[in-house]
Structure formats: C-alpha cells, structure tokens
C-alpha cells in the first residue's frame, strides 16, 4: 500500500514538473514601443454614440496615425456627422490642413484646405475618442490605474489625469466639461500585447448642459488595425491650401 501511495505521489509530482507553466501575458507598452518606426503606423475605426433615454449614433471617423520613435508624427483622420459632408484633418507635427465639413463652402475659391494648428481630428475631436492608445506614456498609466485581467483592461482616469500624459487629449478636443470628468475604459489586447479596440465613456456635462446632453452618456468604441504597417501621410498640395477661414 506504501508503495502504490509513494508511486502516486511520484507520478503527480512528475506531472506537476512537466505541465508547462502558463506564459506571463506580455507586457503592453514594450510591445506599443516595438511598433514605433518611422514611415509605419497604425489603422483605425471608430464609432460614437450618445446614450440617454435611447442611443443616438453622434459620429464615425476612420483614420491612420504615422509613427516616429516617440509616437504619433502624423494623422489623417476622416469624420462622419449626420447628414453632413465628411470632413477630412490631415495633421503633420503641430500643423493640421482640414477640409469638407463645415469648411465645405467657407473656403476662398479654388481652395481646399484649411491650415492651421492643433486639434489633429478636426471638428471630429468635438466627439472623437478621447483615449490614444499610441502614445506610450498614455498607456503606461492607463495600465498602472486599471487592473488587467487575461486579454483585457479596464479602469477609470479623469479628464485632469489624461491631459498631463496625452498630447492627443491635450490638442483634440477643444471643448471641455469638467476637470474632474470621469472617464471608464475598457482596452482589448491581442496576444502580443498590442491593443485592438479601446471603449470609452463618460458623462457629457458641462458646455454639453444647452445641448440636450446634460444627464446623458458619450461612448466611444475605436478598433485598431495593421500595427506596424507601412504608412505615409503627406500634406496636401500647396496650391489647394490656405490659412484664411472665411466668416
């Protein structure tokens, strides 16, 4: 009986050694970094919803950010608003050439496009999602805030929190609620740790309060594509181009 107890524990011990652990999941931000190659980016869509008594679709945009070796260098960003005509940001550095949308007949003559600084998502950023998954240091803390489970992060960061660590936050939305605007996120990874779809919410109070937002939730759900593809964003012809914004 001795023998037979002492063979099983033999054998489960054996089994223990020999089941292969379990890989650790890889580390996100090492894998972003990996990515970051000038003349290579990223693709993405994206979808934005208003949600109160009903849900009410506010917008879509689909764009590609260019990468350098800190992150984002360049973004070219097409934005859909109801019956509207799509409006187009092409961002290069700090300069952003917008074209469509409202700017559709504002324009001089034989203009179009629009050059000016900031706001890289153009009228869009109004709706646009408000979390970038690109900019490494982003990402670090909505890493260090939310709490990672297999494939996915979840967390809450403030409006405050995301514009001392994103440059995308800081120049995409020129309308601000309130500081202290909570923001809920949820990020999925792929198995090498690069994030395919980020959701966010948050509460549209604020400068939304005269617009029949006040009480309501803005959603924004991105998915993320072709990590590390070859990508070239250039700026629009300069004979198309002007700075003046008509009245």
């Given at each position: ?5 002492t063979?099983l ?23 972003l ?11 993405f ?8 008594d009903?849900?009410?679709?506010l917008?879509t ?5 260019q990468f ?9 960003i097409?934005?859909?608003t109801?019956p509207a ?9 700090k300069?952003?050439y ?7 007949e ?16 153009g009228?869009?950023?109004f709706?646009g999602q ?10 670090a ?7 990672l489970?297999g ?7 403030t409006f ?6 994103s440059?995308?936050?800081?120049a995409s939305i020129?309308?601000r609620m ?5 923001v809920?996120y ?9 994030v395919?779809?980020?959701?966010s ?16 939730t ?10 590390g593809?070859?990508?070239s964003?250039?700026a629009?012809?300069?004979d198309?181009?002007t700075?003046d914004?008509?009245?």
């Amino acid at each position: 009986m001795k023998k037979t107890i002492t063979a099983l524990a033999a054998g489960c011990a054996f089994l223990a050694t020999a089941t292969p652990a379990q890989a650790a999941p890889k580390d996100p931000v090492r894998a972003l970094k990996s990515k970051l190659v000038s003349g290579h980016g990223v693709r993405f869509t994206e979808t934005t919803t208003l949600i109160g008594d009903g849900k009410v679709k506010l917008q879509t945009r689909k764009g590609t950010f260019q990468f350098d070796a800190k992150g984002i260098a360049a973004s070219d960003i097409t934005n859909k608003t109801g019956p509207a005509e799509p409006e187009r940001a092409i961002s290069i550095g700090k300069v952003t050439y917008t074209s469509g949308g409202i700017w559709e007949e504002r324009l001089p003559a034989g203009k179009t496009w629009l050059k000016s600084g900031g706001m890289p998502g153009g009228a869009g950023g109004f709706y646009g999602q408000v979390i970038n998954p690109a900019e490494p240091k982003t990402l670090a803390t909505l890493i260090k805030k939310g709490k990672l489970r297999g494939s996915t992060l979840t967390g809450q960061i403030t409006f405050k929190e995301l514009e001392k660590v994103s440059r995308w936050f800081d120049a995409s939305i020129p309308l601000r609620m309130h500081d202290d605007t909570k923001v809920a996120y949820t990020l999925t990874l792929t198995s090498a740790g690069l994030v395919s779809r980020v959701k966010s919410s948050y509460a549209a109070t604020g400068v939304f309060d005269k617009s029949g937002f006040d009480g309501k939730t803005i959603t924004i759900d991105s998915r993320f594509t072709g990590w590390g593809a070859k990508v070239s964003i250039k700026a629009p012809d300069p004979d198309t181009v002007t700075t003046d914004a008509g009245s």
